[in-house]
């Protein structure tokens, strides 16, 4: 029976892209002939305040570990994005050239951005506000982020294993994942696609909607933003579900989802259960 579960995710997991797959894997060193279009931003940060309400996991060695472990898992796993940008708000001091060097041996381009962000309001607003930050200091400054009119946000410690499938399912510009289950419902922030446009117009401020202490999260502030823009903009979601590896900073605890977690979540991105249009 397990056995039979396990093959439903993975046959799930390759739905509709067998012909894709193959152009993927055309060389050794992991390089394909496809690119998206799309940067990938990784946002972190390392040395952080520890007055930020609902941090668990604040030791900034491991952090550091976990951002580098996670870059490079990047530049050797994910065939389907050429340009990777991680972007930083503590301004810590590292030498990111061999991951530099690895990136080039990938065929893929790396870009760091490291500056000051504003600890007493991430402080009082909440890590939410501090990741707002962190993308839009990316956007204005980031060179590889200007060659391109879409970017994938991602988490910085989160290894997806099923990336490249995630993000060739996607089937708009602007795609989440919308979880009405939860109670309040919510959009997921640990990895979306988005135009580049779209969020400097109207997410760029939400970061100050935040109130962590008072259980209005990040996630909850991009679902009322959405709900707003939903009649103007095309909004998605990705018919393949994401699977993660990695800790939550928030909680300290394993991204490890039970068996029948992956198979009811992947039935409902397979169905676009997980899109806000179908609410």
């Given amino acids: 029976m ?27 060193m992991g390089r394909n002939n496809y690119r998206n279009s799309a940067v990938l931003l990784i946002t972190g940060s390392i040395d952080i305040n520890k007055n930020i309400p609902h941090i668990k996991l604040t030791d900034t060695t491991e ?16 065939h389907s994005i050429q340009k990777i940008v991680f972007a930083e708000n503590t301004n810590y001091l590292y030498n990111y050239t061999k991951l530099k060097e690895l990136s080039k041996i990938y065929d893929k381009e790396l870009e760091i951005i490291s500056f000051q962000g504003n600890q007493t309001k991430t402080s009082i607003h909440g890590k939410g506000y501090g990741e707002i930050e ?12 200007n060659t391109s009119d879409i970017f994938i946000k991602l988490t910085g410690r989160i290894k997806v294993s099923n990336f490249d499938f995630v993000i ?6 602007n795609s989440f994942y919308y979880v009405s289950r939860a109670n309040p419902p919510y959009i997921e922030t640990i990895i ?15 970061g ?3 109130s962590d202490k008072d259980g209005f999260y990040l996630e909850h502030a991009f679902l009322k933003k959405i709900e707003s823009l939903k009649e103007h903009y095309n ?6 579900y994401r699977f993660l590896r990695g800790i939550s900073g928030s909680t300290g605890n394993k991204y490890n989802s039970s068996l029948k977690s992956k ?17």
């Fill in 168 to 173: 060739l399912s996607s089937y708009e510009n």
């Fill in 208 to 210: 100050t909607e935040v």
């Fill in 263 to 279: 198979i009811g979540n992947t039935l409902y991105s397979i169905f676009k259960r997980f899109d806000i249009n179908n609410k």
């Fill in 235 to 240: 909004f998605g979601s990705f018919r393949v």
């Fill in 134 to 145: 962190i993308i839009n200091y990316a956007l204005k400054h980031s060179e590889l982020i």
């Fill in 63 to 78: 952090r550091l570990q976990q951002y580098i472990d996670s870059i490079e898992y990047a530049i050797k796993k994910y």
């Fill in 2 to 28: 397990e056995f039979a579960q396990k093959k439903l995710i993975n046959s799930c997991n390759n739905f509709d892209f067998d012909i894709i797959k193959d152009t993927f894997y055309k060389d050794k």
């Fill in 192 to 206: 979306y696609k988005i135009e580049k446009n779209l969020f400097i117009n109207h997410f760029s401020e939400i």
